[in-house]
């Protein structure tokens, strides 16, 4: 199947800092991206969906300026998270599919963000 | 509102028999899928099996079969022949295409017994 990656694995940070979080789709050119969170023992919460060369859609209740989402090619997708705070530790997932007429979505490894 | 519902938190199941994970769904659009992940301890999410709301048969993918039944809004996951390796979260989700949303259940933990 399609391989998408995920860097970093695990990051700590500082309150306060920013984050940035890498999605690549290895094998395939993805012209949708979407970013998930999910909370420890908890559901994938979708939190925007990035299509190339234009600007992410967020879910209700996710802050734009917090959460920036950049699709600068076909192939990655990054979120910034900026000014971190503790309350923005939790597991973020990002997913990518190959076209309007694929139904599957591939997903990345995820990312483990903890901030001190 | 809630979109998708995962009644059974966990599971346990004996190695070797079959078991059905709950999952039932909310939507008036007509054009939807429905897909049942696995998620592991690592974290990643696997694909496991995916029906289309037009699709006339249930989907079937090796161990994996999903017993859809439209009318109930139901999209259960059947495992049968469980094996240790199954051990792990699985998650039902929708995708509503003319909006294209996705929405995950809450999960069911499914343990496997020697």
């Known amino acids: 199947g399609a391989v998408v990656s995920q860097h970093p694995s695990r990051v700590i940070c500082k309150s306060g800092t920013s984050v940035k979080i890498e999605c690549r789709s290895l094998?395939?050119?993805?012209?949708?991206m979407f970013w998930y969170r999910q909370f420890p023992k908890q559901s994938l919460m979708l939190m925007a969906t990035s299509n190339e060369g234009s600007k992410a859609t967020y879910e209700q209740g996710v802050e734009k300026d917090k959460f920036l989402i950049n699709h600068a090619s076909l192939t990655l997708s990054t979120l910034t998270v900026t000014s971190a705070h503790p309350e923005d530790s939790s597991f973020y997932i990002c997913s990518a599919e190959q076209g309007a007429d694929s139904y599957e979505q591939y997903f990345g490894p995820g990312t483990r963000l903890t901030v001190t | 509102a809630q979109k998708i519902t995962q009644t059974q938190p966990g599971m346990f199941v004996q190695e070797k028999e079959a078991v059905t994970l709950d999952c039932t769904y909310d939507?008036?659009?007509?054009?939807?899928?429905l897909f049942w992940y696995k998620q592991p301890s690592s974290g990643e999410m696997i694909f496991l099996i995916y029906q289309g709301s037009y699709d006339q048969q249930n989907a079937t993918e090796g161990r994996y079969s999903l017993n859809f039944q439209k009318a109930r809004k139901s999209a259960n996951l059947v495992i049968s022949a469980s094996q240790l390796g199954d051990s792990a979260m699985y998650f039902c989700?929708?995708?509503?295409?003319?909006?294209?949303?996705?929405?995950f259940g809450s999960g069911t933990k499914l343990n496997v017994k020697p």
């Open positions: 094998d395939f050119q993805a012209t949708t």
């Open positions: 939507t008036s659009d007509p054009s939807y899928g």
């Open positions: 989700a929708m995708r509503l295409y003319n909006f294209n949303k996705f929405y």
